[in-house]
Each structure stands twice: as structure tokens, then as C-alpha cells.
């Protein structure tokens, strides 16, 4: 155990460098975060996710290349300490290092997801180069995440391949802390009764929600960045005069929200709604740095998008290109109806084998079944969050009742809520017309309730002289001790379970001892193509690896890059 602690203690620290020379150096929004440090963590993911996306172009992300980057932002530490202070620095350090450790030891990687093709495309990126065509390999590997390319880099001689395992859980432990230090500084320093709410709710969601290393896939990282922008951009009722910083703060965190999950390209209205309600010239935000940053980190995931799969967004067939050798639009229409088929609960239709997956998802004939399986899944999940936040509001209601005022918010506070009730809106419908599983959308839920929730408890309350917030977090506190007790509880009955590189989660097989699994060569002619697996779980072992093999797939060298496509 105590590697883990190490290690996750080692990662901390490269990613809050990262971040620290990203805002001060590359980005320099220069936002005051000095009451809330995380920030630099947050933005250490987005840098080194888009750093290993674009080495990935040229070269594997193997222990040699990521050693080297490793090494060169554990000595800008040392740098940042000497001029910043670094005890709050090692104590945060130290709260990421507990969380994450905590939630590592002894747990489940996610399943399936990180059998079918998190851990088998982490491992192609640390073996190879990008490989054009991939997707031709394995489909899922069309629509991976920026995570994986964050989760590659963390492969280094010191960590070896366990080190992967760390960046989803930092992830969303820093997200939860930022969340934290936000809420203490709103009590202390603010007079935005709303904010104070949002944040204490949003806290117990996210707790709630997203408190099981095996649930941290690509969608929980996706919707609780998506969480984070949602109050991010509420946070710009304090400003009094919004500054270009604020407005691409906003937009680096889109960027990364939809490059973490695709579906999650509605995250650009935020920013897109700040252009308008605050009118900025777009003259001086297409000439600054941040725009140049921001659009050649969009260039270069499409760039790789195009080249793993022929389209822009995989499977979104209106995004693919012609003519490339390594495209597949057949592929990519089929998997864009399989993929939303799945989702609305085709395979629990009692006549689903006489239904083509196009009509099912048509005109609603997918609801009913949807009603009986998935919408119970949806409620089973959100239920007891909305029941106990209920409770609270009302207990909190009755506390402010007291600071009543008939008053009413400026104009662009107004805006600003009214714009953010119909964005989060109108993403729950479309994830409801498209995706309608709960994990899919859980930040599109927490951020809706929430917000609605936030509004009617403040809806014309005086802000002064209200200590109930101080008491509050002691609610938070508690939420946490039960989060604890619950981990505590899970690593005493199952620490003695031996396996393959215990206590970590297992990479290698979902088996008890964790063992590498056997994996079949496959072969054209004398040319190895890939390895194949027969129970669908490649895990990480061999890349590129697949459970099935298009037979009519080819591959071949093009100035040294893997080039895989349908021979026609």
C-alpha cells in the first residue's frame, strides 16, 4: 500500500507543476487562485493530456518519453516551492495523495469499459505511435477519450504500467477538493447567497456520485468537468467587469469537457453565451494567445480523430471523410445506430431480433422498454440524492426564511441563470433523445437539480448575517466520514485477496489472481496484424488487440506509421 501512496504523491506533484507552467506561462490567464491552489492540478490533467496527445503523433508514449517529461516538471516543482508557499502546496499535495490512495487500493477497474478498450487503447498509445485506422481494429477505439492519453503518460520506469491507474482517480478527487476550497472562500468572502448553495448541494452530488474508483470511466470524468464549468461560469455573477481571462478560462474548460466524452460538445454554449451576453469583441479574443492555444488543442484531437477513424467524431457519420484508405463510413453509420440502440435498452425489447435497430430507435417505439429497464436504473440512481437534498433544502429554507426581502438580481445575473437553466435543459433533452443512460448524463442531473433547487431556496433572501453555511459543512464533513468508513470497510475485506500486482486495481484481467491473459496472434500472410482475445476483455497486455476480426482487414507502412483499412 504504501506504493500507491508514493506514487499517487509523485503524480500530484507532476500534475501541479504541469498546471502551474501552463497558466503562468503558456495560457498566463493570470486568475487570482490564490485561495484555491487546485486549480493548478486541474489544469496539470488538461496540459499533460493534450502534451501526450501531441507526442503521441511522433512517438509511443513509452517509459523513455514520458521518464524524461516526468523528471522535467518534478525539478519546476522544486522551482514553484522556492517562490510560492509551500505549505499550502504540500498540504494539498498531501489531501490529493490520501483521496486518491484511498479510492485505489484494493478496487475494481471500471467494467466493462476499461477491459473492452480503456486499458487495450492506453496500451496502444504506450507501444506505438498513432496508428491510422484504428478504429478499423476495434470500433470502440473510434471514440476513446483525451483520459487515456493523460492515463499514458503516468507509464514511467518508476511507476510502470500500475501509474495508469492513477490519473483517473486524481482526476476526480481534484475536481471534488476544488469544489471544497471554493465553498469555504464563498463563506468567508462572498456575499453570492447562490453560489453558497449551488456549491454545498453540487459537493454532496458529486460525493454522492462519484466516490467508486470502478465507476471512474470516461463518462464520471466528463460530467463532473462538465459539473465544474456549470459553476465556473455561475461564478462570473461576482465579476463585476468580465475580463478575457475569465472568458477563456471557461473556454479551455469546454475544450476539455468535450474532448473527454464527445457528447459532451454542448459545453461550447457556455462560452458561446458569454460572447453574447457580454458582448466581447471577437476581433480581440480570435487575436489573443488563449484562442491560438485552444483552437490548435481542438486541431490537433480532430486531427486524431480523423486519423484513427476517418471522421471528426466518431461514429457521427455527417463527420467522416471520403476517400481516406483507412475510413470506414459503412462502419461508422452502423455503430453510430448500434451505439444509440444499446443505449435506449434494444437488447431488453422482447422481439429484438425481429427489429432492425434503425427502426427501433425511431418515433419512440424504444420508450416503453426504456420505461421498464433503463428509467429504473435512472431513478434507482438519482432518487436518493434528490430525496436528502429535498430534506436539506427545505431544513434550509426554513433558516433563511427569516432574511426574507423583497429584492430582485441585476439584469446580467439574471441572464446568466436564465442562459444556464436552458443550456443544462436542453442538454438533458438531447441526452434523453440520444443516450438515455444515467451515467451518460449524471452531471446534466446533479447540475439541473441543483441549479433549479439553488433558485427557489434563494429566490428573494437577504444575504447578511447568515451563518447556517459555517454549520453546513459540517454536513459535508459527515458525507465524508461516511465515504471513508465505506472505503476503510471495502479495503479491510478485501486486502487479504492476493493477486497480480495487489493492492492495485487489476489491469491484466478481471480474473481473481489477475494473471496476463493468453492472447492470439493474428496474422496476414507473414505479417502480424493484432492480437485477438475470445471473452471480449483485452485489458492491458498486447496491443493493438481486439475480441473480433474484420476479415477483410488489412495493414501496412506509410513513412512509419501503421496504417490499418477494409481491403475493398
Known amino acids: 500500500m504504501h506504493e500507491i501512496i508514493i506514487f499517487c504523491f509523485i503524480s500530484s506533484t507532476i500534475s501541479y507543476s504541469a498546471g502551474y507552467i501552463f497558466l503562468n506561462y503558456l495560457a498566463q490567464l493570470k486568475i487570482d487562485y490564490k485561495n484555491n491552489i487546485?486549480?493548478?492540478?486541474?489544469?496539470?490533467?488538461?496540459?499533460i493530456s493534450f502534451l501526450s496527445l501531441l507526442i503521441n503523433f511522433f512517438l509511443p508514449l513509452d517509459k523513455n518519453v514520458n521518464s524524461v517529461f516526468g523528471i522535467f516538471f518534478l525539478f519546476f516543482f522544486f522551482k514553484i516551492l522556492k517562490k510560492e508557499n509551500y505549505k499550502e502546496i504540500l498540504f494539498y499535495l498531501l489531501i490529493v495523495t490520501f483521496f486518491s490512495s484511498l479510492i485505489l487500493v484494493v478496487s475494481e477497474a471500471n467494467r466493462p469499459d476499461a477491459g473492452l478498450y480503456h486499458l487495450p487503447y492506453t496500451n496502444i498509445i504506450n507501444e506505438n505511435k498513432i496508428i491510422l485506422g484504428a478504429a478499423n481494429i476495434h470500433f470502440r477505439f473510434g471514440h476513446t477519450s483525451i483520459i487515456q492519453y493523460l492515463n499514458a503518460f503516468n507509464l514511467n520506469y518508476l511507476f510502470t504500467e500500475k501509474g495508469i491507474l492513477i490519473p483517473q482517480a486524481q482526476v476526480i478527487i481534484c475536481v471534488i477538493i476544488y469544489f471544497f476550497r471554493e465553498y469555504f472562500n464563498q463563506i468567508r468572502t462572498s456575499n453570492k447567497l447562490f453560489l453558497k448553495v449551488f456549491l454545498f448541494f453540487i459537493i454532496l452530488f458529486s460525493l454522492y456520485s462519484y466516490n467508486r474508483y470502478g465507476s471512474f470511466g470516461?463518462?464520471?470524468?466528463?460530467?463532473?468537468?462538465?459539473?465544474?464549468?456549470?459553476?465556473e461560469f455561475f461564478k462570473l455573477n461576482e465579476i463585476k467587469e468580465l475580463k478575457l481571462k475569465n472568458f477563456f478560462n471557461i473556454l479551455y474548460l469546454s475544450v476539455f469537457c468535450f474532448t473527454l466524452k464527445p457528447f459532451m460538445l454542448l459545453s461550447f454554449l457556455?462560452?458561446?453565451?458569454?460572447i453574447l451576453i457580454y458582448k466581447k469583441n471577437l476581433k480581440v479574443i480570435f487575436y489573443n494567445r488563449n484562442f491560438l492555444i485552444t483552437f490548435f488543442l481542438l486541431f490537433i484531437f480532430f486531427l486524431k480523430n480523423i486519423l484513427i477513424s476517418g471522421c471528426l467524431i466518431y461514429p457521427q457519420k455527417l463527420t467522416c471523410i471520403d476517400n481516406l484508405s483507412w475510413g470506414n463510413k459503412f462502419s461508422a453509420q452502423r455503430e453510430a445506430v448500434l451505439g444509440e440502440a444499446w443505449s435506449k435498452d434494444w437488447s431488453n425489447f422482447k422481439n429484438y431480433n425481429q427489429i432492425h435497430p434503425k427502426n427501433y430507435i425511431e418515433n419512440f417505439v424504444w420508450f416503453k422498454t426504456w420505461t421498464k429497464h433503463q428509467f429504473k436504473t435512472v431513478l434507482n440512481k438519482f432518487l436518493p440524492f434528490f430525496v436528502l437534498s429535498t430534506i436539506l433544502g427545505l431544513f434550509l429554507r426554513i433558516k433563511l426564511k427569516k432574511n426574507y426581502i423583497n429584492s430582485k438580481n441585476d439584469l446580467k445575473q439574471n441572464q446568466i441563470l436564465t442562459v444556464g437553466i436552458v443550456i443544462i435543459l436542453f442538454s438533458l433533452?438531447?441526452?434523453?433523445c440520444k443516450f438515455p443512460i444515467y451515467r451518460y448524463g449524471s452531471g446534466f442531473f446533479g447540475s439541473?437539480?441543483?441549479?433549479?433547487?439553488?433558485?427557489?431556496?434563494?429566490?428573494?433572501i437577504n444575504n447578511k448575517n447568515i451563518k447556517i453555511f459555517n454549520n453546513l459543512k459540517f454536513v459535508l464533513f459527515f458525507f465524508i466520514f461516511l465515504i471513508l468508513i465505506k472505503n476503510?470497510?471495502?479495503?479491510?475485506?478485501?486486502?487479504?485477496?492476493?493477486?497480480?500486482?495487489?493492492?492495485?486495481?487489476?489491469?491484466?484481467?478481471?480474473?481473481?489472481?489477475?494473471?496476463?491473459?493468453?492472447?492470439?496472434i493474428v496474422?496476414?500472410?507473414?505479417?502480424?496484424?493484432?492480437?485477438?482475445?475470445?471473452?471480449?476483455?483485452?485489458?492491458?497486455?498486447?496491443?493493438?488487440?481486439?475480441?473480433?476480426?474484420?476479415?477483410?482487414i488489412n495493414m501496412k507502412y506509410t513513412n512509419g506509421y501503421k496504417v490499418y483499412y477494409i481491403i475493398n
Open 448 to 460: 439541473f437539480f441543483v441549479l433549479s433547487l439553488s433558485c427557489i431556496l434563494t429566490n428573494n
Open 218 to 231: 470516461n463518462d464520471a470524468s466528463s460530467n463532473i468537468f462538465y459539473i465544474l464549468l456549470v459553476y
Open 523 to 552: 496474422k496476414k500472410g507473414d505479417k502480424l496484424l493484432f492480437y485477438k482475445v475470445s471473452d471480449g476483455l483485452c485489458m492491458y497486455g498486447k496491443s493493438p488487440c481486439t475480441y473480433y476480426v474484420e476479415q477483410k
Open 429 to 432: 433533452i438531447i441526452w434523453f
Open 38 to 47: 487546485t486549480i493548478y492540478f486541474i489544469y496539470g490533467f488538461i496540459f
Open 270 to 274: 457556455f462560452p458561446l453565451t458569454i
Open 488 to 520: 476503510f470497510d471495502r479495503i479491510y475485506k478485501n486486502y487479504n485477496l492476493k493477486y497480480v500486482d495487489h493492492p492495485w486495481p487489476k489491469i491484466y484481467s478481471f480474473t481473481e489472481n489477475n494473471k496476463k491473459k493468453e492472447y492470439e
